[in-house]
């Protein structure tokens, strides 16, 4: 049971160049979330989805998409990398909502955009 | 608009001694606070939230809606209670707001 991992653990991006960042979850959880910590910030949520096929905005979604297409996949995906955009990203998973569960983070993507 | 204020970025005690890591808030709905933990080399984790009205690991925290505070607080550190500490403000259904964190050092 690997919980939620993320994939890749480190990634250099060259202005305007896309990507996706993968999270997986092995626990069956209904709900998954993106969120980004810049240096020195609490974590801001950028989407969620509360199941599969579903995606939702969180507080700072733009320049940014997501997918849900299997239930333990959220794909993150950056289509023309910023700088402003350089930051660590984590992926979280519950069973329900905040409100209501807990929710499991992953061990974080460090993304640089040069 | 919201907003999650931790105002100390580092805090350290010696071990023995009480604890509080501050959090005030400033929400315009029905507040409901978490308080998260990461340990060194660990992932970020859920501590406790304030409905729950528990204490895990020895820590409390009461939230006090006149003064808008909802403060960690430990009686008697303990080593491993070092680790980076942050409070969140759920708004919304699955908006968890965060602060800034604490850094806490126990010295030994």
């Known amino acids: 049971n690997a919980g939620v991992t993320q994939t890749p653990k480190f990634r250099v991006l060259k202005t305007g160049q896309s990507m996706t960042l993968l999270c997986a979850q092995d626990?069956?959880?209904?709900?998954m979330y993106w969120y980004r910590q810049d240096p020195g910030m609490g974590l801001r949520l950028i989407h969620y989805?509360?199941?599969?096929?579903?995606?939702a905005k969180g507080e700072v979604p733009d320049g940014y998409n997501v997918s849900r297409l299997k239930k333990q996949n959220f794909l993150l995906g950056l289509e023309s990398a910023a700088p402003s955009q350089t930051s660590v990203y984590f992926c979280?998973?519950?069973?329900?909502?905040?409100?209501?569960?807990?929710?499991?983070f992953g061990p974080g993507t460090r993304l640089t955009v040069l | 608009a919201q907003r999650v204020t931790q105002p100390e970025k580092l805090l350290s005690v010696f071990k023995g001694a009480p604890v509080e890591l501050k959090c005030n808030y400033s929400?315009?709905?029905?507040?409901?606070l978490f308080w998260y933990v990461q340990y060194s080399r660990q992932r970020l984790q859920l501590l406790l939230r304030?409905?729950s009205r528990e204490s895990i690991k020895g820590f409390t925290a009461d939230l006090n809606k006149g003064e808008t505070s909802f403060h960690l607080k430990k009686p008697f550190a303990q080593e491993e209670d070092s680790a980076m500490y942050y409070c969140?403000?759920?708004?919304?259904?699955?908006?968890?707001?965060f602060g800034t964190g604490t850094r806490l050092t126990v010295i030994p």
């Open positions: 929400y315009s709905g029905s507040p409901e």
């Open positions: 979280a998973s519950s069973i329900q909502g905040i409100g209501t569960d807990t929710q499991y």
């Open positions: 626990m069956n959880h209904e709900y």
């Open positions: 304030h409905i």
């Open positions: 989805s509360v199941g599969e096929g579903t995606t």
């Open positions: 969140a403000l759920l708004t919304g259904a699955n908006n968890l707001f």
